[in-house]
Structures are given as C-alpha cells and as structure tokens.
C-alpha cells in the first residue's frame, strides 16, 4: 500500500507469503489414524516464501531526492517425519538403557527386499534469510542527472538435519541363513533377523546444526550528462565488500594448514599439516577479508541521425556468492553399531544396541587430529570475489514500416571463479611408477595409531605414504580464486513495433563460451580449457504477439451487438518459439577417444555417435561393418589425455514452441475479467537435449533411446482466470 504524508513525502509498504504445503507418498496405518512408521519423509513437506518492502521517499528539493528501503527475504523448505516424534522406543522392544540415550522417535528399519519404515525427523534445509537496506540519492541538473547510494545485506542459512536421531537399522538374511559369509535367496530371511534384534548395520547420528551468515556492504555513484544533443555519456563506480561467512557454532573449516607439524608422530614420516577450523587461533571468518572490489563503469550513446543509434559500454562488476563448505568434520558425529565381531555370530542386538553409549562430537578440541585416516574439504582461506569484465558496442537502425534492427558484440571475461582442486594427491614422477608399485602393500608407519579408519593397519599401499599428507587421504581445497571464464557474442535482432494489432521480433546469436574450472587430472599444474556445459554457438528466438482484428474498435464487427463482440472480441495470440544449438557432449573419464571422428551420417536415438570399441583385450565392441575403433577403455593408473566435454558431437539440439491465447472481457468500466491458456511445448516435440550415454563401459554407450528419459516435459496445457478491478 501507499501512504502519502504530504506533497514531499510518501511511504510504500508490501508484504506477500507464499505457502507451498503437500501431501505425496503417505504410508498409511491399517490399525491407527496416523503412521508412526510412516516412511515418505514428507509429513510435513513444506516450501514457504515470505518478502516484504518498506521505502520511503522524500523530495528534498525540485532537483533532489532522497529513497529510503529496507527489505526481507525469506525461504523455509521443511520435509521429514513429524508423526514419529515422542514415540516410546521400549514399545519396540528396546531397553530402558538405549531410551534414555536417544530422543524418543520412531527410528528407521530397511529391510531387504521389503518396505521399511520409519524415516528422518523433520529437517529444515534450508531456512534462508536476506535483511537488506538501501539509502539513494538522485540529483536533476539539467543535462546531467547523478545517483549515488549506500547498500547493506545480511545473508543467512539455517540447516537442521538432525539425522537419525533415534537410529537406522538394516536388516538381511545374513545371521538367519545358513551360510554367514554368503547370502542366499532361499536361505535367511530380514524380518526374521529383524524378529531376532540381530541387524546388519546401523546407526545413531548426533548432529550440530549450521548457522552461517555474512554482510555485503556497497557504495556507489553514477553520473548520466549529455555533452552534446546526440552524444550521452554515462559514468559510475561502484565499492563491494562482503565479508567471509561465519557460523554462529564456529562449525566450519577455515583452511587447512600445510606447514605445522602434525600432533601425530610416525617415524620415519615427517608428518604436517591438519584442518583449521573457524573462530580457533584466528578469526570466525572462513574467508580473509576482500576489500579492493572497486569497479568502475562507463557507456556511451551517440546519434549518428535521427535514426541511427550507436552504444558502446564497459563495467568491471563484482560476483556475491554464498560459499558454503558444509560442517566441520567433527562436529557431526554417527555411532555405528557393532553388530558383529566373530564372522557369524551377532554381537549386540536391538535391546541395547550401543552398550558402551554413544560417541559425541569432539568439534574442534582434536585441532589437527581431527579427522585423520580419513579425507574431507576445506575452504581456500584467501578466496577473493570473482569479477566481470563486461564489455559492448551496438548499432540500432530504425527502419521503415515500424521496424527497429540492431547488431552488436558483446563479450565478457571473468576472474577469480571458484575452483576446487585436490591437494593430497602423489606427483607425476611417483604416478608414473605404475600400478604394481603404488599398490603394492608395504610397512605402515602409522599402524595402530588411527583406530577406525583405513589407516590403521600393518601394511598399507605404497602410495599411501607417498601423498603430501600420508596421515590423510583425499584432501580438497574448495573455492580456490583461479577460475576463468570468456565469453564473445554476435548479437542481432530485428524487431516490429506494435501497428494493427501485431508485434513480433526476431533474435538471433551466435556466440563461443569457454571456461578454465578444473585440472583434468589431479597432477597437473594447470587448468583445462573447455567449452562450457551451456554453450550454444547458434541461438534463434521468435516472440509475436497479435490481437485479433475483431470486435469493437478493431477492423471486423466494429459495430456488433455486445453479445457478439463477448464472443469474438478481446481475443489474443502470442508464441514463443526457440531452436538453438546443442550442448557439447559431456564425456565420461572411462572413454578414451582415438583420434578417428565419431559422427555417423544418420545419428539415431539407438546410435547417436559411433560406438566402436576397442576392449583392453584387443577386440572389438559396438562396432558396424568395416568400422575401426572410435574408443578405447581407460585403464587403472593411466593419466587423462582427452576433454571432459567435445563439440565435434554436441548434444541434439533444442525447438520448442510456446503458444498463450488470451480472451479479455470487459464487465463493466472498472471491471474486466481475462481467460488464459497457455501450451507448453505447443507441438508436443520430445526433446533429448540431455544426450546419450557416454560411458564406454555402459552397455547403453551411445544410446539415447531406452536410456535417457525425454529432457523436456510433454505438452502441458495451463488455465488461469484473472478478475482485474
């Protein structure tokens, strides 16, 4: 709503909430009005939308003005099992010991072969929320016009996954068989292990929950000023800060630390490094502080003639992105059950599954122990922003007819993407040893030390020791500031101005799209040039809009009765049409190509691309008359020498065609009432823009047809009535 104060001041105030609440995939009770073993996970299943605006303006003088806004952004997705909470679990049998250990909720049981029951409790995932508040200025001189501004946003995500809280338990035939160490369909049976207490596995989670944020601070000025009647120039800049996210629990990793030598000692390794963890011996912030995100921006506009437009344009623009490395390990802890020691013979059951109690997060009290003999992610300390160089120049030509055309470039490069890289992988001279020497079982150093984990034992392989970090296995460092993107675009339109009753516009691009985001193996030094996923170099758009030319004011049944003109009058057909290239085509890391060309004449959904084959054993597979092998099979401890993603084959290309066909009535002067159908993929076409299966070892490799579901959904028609007063 609008409230005006006087002639200098006004306030603008909205709030909307929009409640999404379904009921899919319910098991219901034949013996009880609700299901405390309900299984869908979806009691309740909840997506909710709340925004609200509040802005105040206040002219200051004929030529100054000031605007004043504060905003709320916020999402809940909600899903779990909320029947099963406050059950008793010694009505399932359990004993008093366990119940007292875990909240009172029904727990989870899969059976093999068999429904389970049970589910998670309820998870909020996420409850995102967004505070923003926006101070401008506008100031009117004539031929110049300026702006400038303050901006504040506070960014928060809330998880609560408490995991299973009350328990998992698996259940097969295993210690109801008659052969402990073999599974047999016609021996053993899961409920009856089930009946016994004597599970295959299970669990207790304890889970802490996240709480992150960060704050965007922003400064910025533009100024808009005429130096001549044909030639406009714009200048701005703009100062970005964001600060490194926090957690309210301090439950995230900071980086990790290559240098310190390591609590652990396991002669003769000279062990270092461990993770850092936020809020420990430095700051909460998982991130350094960024504060050089100065980005300027300047355009141009100059009239050739009455007709002819010319634009050019550059702005260096700085990304705000929520990097998010999930919790810490060690703040999240699972107690796995111990369902057996001697090979058959079951050791604790469901009476009192964890009888020596239930482990408990350590969060940050190990330092650089946590986590040893296993591996994790940790966030690149000195991250920075990623940033746009955006670039453009067009000319715009008006034509006769109400006709407009226009052809431009524009280009873009960006720095600073994130990058994810492994860093506890072995060197190139030690991967070059081969597979017999890196698997080769040798001493372990650290035998007895690491209780638990895969580490622990006598010998370990020999590559093992030759990691950076031996104490750990794969490390990944996350959002490493080397990314890069460009992108060069040809841009043209022609576009038909609205005159008896039609308007219509055509679009046409071609343009390239590379990127530099990964290492295609882990020993490189470099990043892989590839197109990306979405690069389309052909893109053709169609949008028409027309009115029927009948009922009143138009060229037919101008002057028909009222109850002819609600008839065919007000009618309204737009369309949508697109046709672009395809997608490059994704490989897996197991297809080696050749070198030979792997397009066939007449691809088919059962044959997109030649599937020849060369096995490891020499022979051939998938393979036509006279065909030679197109692929190879990668064998274990062999580098990656091809692109992850090729364009000699893209994926099938995309058309789809969108139709609305609008009726408008008009039921009195202040009211009128619009009927709308929409067609969705009006031609009903299946696309498969996702492409063929593209793993060698697949016996589907190359297949789209009986492999990959259709892309894109069947014609989907919509109605909507819309009462406008």
Excluded at 161 to 176: C, E, H, M, V
Aim: some cysteine.
């Amino acid at each position: 709503g609008d409230y005006v104060f006087n002639d200098s001041s006004r306030m603008f105030i909205r709030y909307s909430r929009n409640a999404l609440a379904e009921e899919r995939g319910f098991r219901y009770s034949t013996v009880s009005t609700l299901n405390v073993a309900e299984t869908s996970g979806n009691t309740p299943f909840k997506r909710e939308n709340h925004s609200a605006t509040i802005q105040y303006t206040k002219t200051l003088s004929p030529t100054f003005v000031m605007d004043v806004r504060a905003g709320l952004a916020r999402f809940l997705a909600q899903s779990g099992n909320s029947i099963g909470q406050g059950y008793d679990l010694r009505n399932l049998g359990f004993s008093d010991t366990f119940a007292k250990q875990v909240p009172a909720y029904f727990p989870r049981f899969s059976f093999a072969n068999y429904e389970s029951a049970g589910s998670t409790p309820v998870l909020n995932d996420p409850i995102s929320q967004t505070n923003s508040a926006q101070v401008s200025f506008a100031r009117n001189a004539g031929k110049q016009y300026q702006k400038f501004g303050f901006e504040f946003r506070l960014q928060r995500a809330y998880i609560r996954n408490p995991g299973f809280i009350a328990g998992f338990y698996d259940f097969n035939q295993q210690f109801t068989g008659r052969n402990p160490l073999q599974i047999e369909p016609s021996s053993g049976h899961a409920i009856a292990s089930f009946l016994l207490g004597t599970a295959a596995g299970g669990g207790v989670d304890i889970n802490t929950q996240s709480a992150r944020q960060q704050r965007l601070f922003s400064f910025y000025f533009q100024d808009d000023f005429r130096l001549t009647s044909k030639w406009k120039v714009n200048l701005g800049l703009r100062w970005d800060y964001l600060g490194p996210m926090t957690d309210r629990f301090n439950s995230m990793l900071r980086g990790f630390d290559r240098t310190t030598t390591s609590p652990l000692q396991a002669p003769p390794l000279s062990l270092k490094g461990g993770p850092l963890f936020a809020g420990v011996g430095g700051d909460r912030g998982i991130f350094t502080k960024d504060w050089n995100n100065f980005g300027p921006r300047i355009a141009t506009a100059y009239s050739l003639n009455s007709k002819t437009v010319l634009r050019a344009g550059y702005g260096l623009i700085y990304a705000q992105s929520f990097n998010d490395p999930g919790n810490a390990p060690g703040f999240s802890q699972r107690t796995p059950m111990v369902t057996s020691i001697q090979t058959g013979l079951p050791e604790n059951t469901l009476t009192n599954p964890f009888p020596t109690g239930l482990l408990q997060p350590v969060g940050a009290s190990q330092g650089l122990s946590t986590f040893l003999g296993q591996g994790f992610g940790a966030p690149y300390y000195d991250r920075v922003l990623p940033l746009t160089h955006q670039f453009s120049v067009e000319v715009q030509r008006e034509l006769p007819g109400n006709f407009l055309v226009s052809a431009g470039y524009v280009g873009s490069r960006i720095r600073g993407l994130d990058v994810n890289r492994s860093i506890n992988e072995i060197s190139l001279t030690d991967f070059n040893r081969g597979a017999a020497a890196l698997t080769a079982n040798v001493a372990n150093p650290m035998a007895g030390k690491i209780p638990g984990t895969g580490l622990n034992g006598a010998t370990v392989q020999a590559q093992q020791l030759l990691r950076p970090f031996p104490q750990f296995t794969g490390i990944t460092e996350l959002f490493r500031s080397e990314g890069k993107q460009r992108y060069d675009g040809l841009q043209t339109m022609i576009y038909k101005r609205l005159s008896d009753g039609l308007n219509f516009s055509v679009a046409y691009t071609w343009s390239r799209n590379f990127e530099w985001r990964g290492y295609r193996n882990p020993q490189d030094d470099f990043l892989e040039k590839l197109p990306v996923e979405w690069d389309m170099p052909h893109n053709l758009q169609l949008n028409g809009l027309y009115d029927l030319p009948f009922g009143k004011g138009k060229k037919f049944l101008s002057s028909a009765p009222a109850i002819v003109d609600r008839v065919f009058g007000g009618w309204q057909v737009s369309a949508i049409a697109r046709i672009q290239s395809g997608w490059p085509l994704l490989l897996s890391t197991n297809s080696v190509p050749t070198g030979r060309d792997p397009k066939v004449a007449n691809p088919t959904l059962d044959r997109y691309f030649n599937t020849c084959t060369q096995l490891a054993n020499g022979s051939l597979r998938g393979c036509d008359a006279n065909e030679q092998p197109v692929w190879t099979v990668r064998q274990a401890f062999t580098l990656q020498n091809f692109a992850a993603r090729i364009t000699s084959i893209r994926r099938p290309p995309i058309r789809n065609l969108d139709v609305s066909v609008l009726k408008y009535n008009k039921i009195t002067e202040r009211v009128g009432l619009t009927f709308r159908t929409d067609f969705l993929n009006a031609t009903n076409t299946p696309q498969f823009f996702n492409g063929p299966v593209t793993d060698v070892n697949s016996g589907n490799f190359g297949r789209i047809s009986g492999a990959m579901d259709q892309s894109n959904l069947p014609r989907f028609i919509q109605l909507s009535l819309k009462l406008q007063f």
